[in-house]
């Protein structure tokens, strides 16, 4: 086996199509194909069940491919390593949920980017938890900012922040005299905030006149703010304009929330990243 089978066979699984994974490694299909073979043959296994349309793993496809992902990531590791020249530079690959980039993450950002010019600092926005976690197993992000409940297997947590969670409504001088048929906008399924909403109107027994799904943070408070909705979020996400919003207390079970900063475990940390780690806990951010 040669270590370009491995990128071979990952991307097939990838795709489901040898077509796709030879367009994509800029391989001849046929290429493709044998390598398959020969591996096969070699492990005297069958990696893929071969379809119309497609391939699908085996059960010895699925073994292979953990091992093949993990020899992937150490070879990824080992160039970041060896290339690494001691100090910031490169890209850094930061996933941070909505919630999180509209706070006063922003300033610590400005910071490191003063004292680190060299680094080129990349953002990936989700509202999922899950799609960030997935991330940087897949060795596209070296690090994320996630909020709520976060499975902690296979991630090292590098800081923690906590915050508090209220009912966010526009403007008013007075608390609101029922929930009863109130709209909520709440982010696409997967955020911890939707989840939290859910619950807190099943538990109350209250019954949404209307749910309205956004995907970005500006679009959220800009529904708010109009009074086409409630929500529930960080007080931190209104930071910027406090005064344009009102806020009302949840009882103490959705009350308190957390937010930490996780990066694969077992994973290469380069100098860009370690000295974003080191300036995160420094400063002491909160959410």
Known sequence: MELSDIDIVLAVARSGKISQAAKELNY????????????????????????????????KGEQFIEYATRIHNLLHDLKQDMTDPGEPSGTLKIGIVETA??????????????????VSISLVNATSPKVLRKKIQDYEIDGAFISGACVKEGLKVEYEMQDTVHIISKKTDAPPESLCQ??????????????????????????????????TMENLLSCVESGIAFTIMPCSVIHKKPNDFSVFDLADRFTHTTTTFVRGEDR????????????????CITF
């Not at 493709?32 to 379809?51: D, G």
């Not at 955020?191 to 209307?210: D, K, V």
């Open 28 to 59: 001849a299909q046929s290429n493709v194909t044998t390598r398959i073979k020969k591996l096969e043959q070699e492990y005297q296994i069958q990696l893929f069940n071969r379809f119309p349309k497609g391939v699908v793993l085996t059960s």
């Open 101 to 118: 980039a509209s706070s006063r993450f922003m300033e610590i950002l400005n910071e490191y980017q003063f004292t680190y010019p060299k």
């Open 182 to 215: 109130v709209s909520w906008v709440v982010f696409p399924e997967g955020c911890p905030y939707r989840e939290m909403t859910e619950e807190f109107l099943q538990e109350e027994g209250l019954s949404a006149r209307n749910i309205i799904e956004v995907s």
């Open 268 to 283: 290469y940390v380069s100098s860009a990243l370690d000295q974003f780690m080191r300036l995160l806990n420094q400063k």
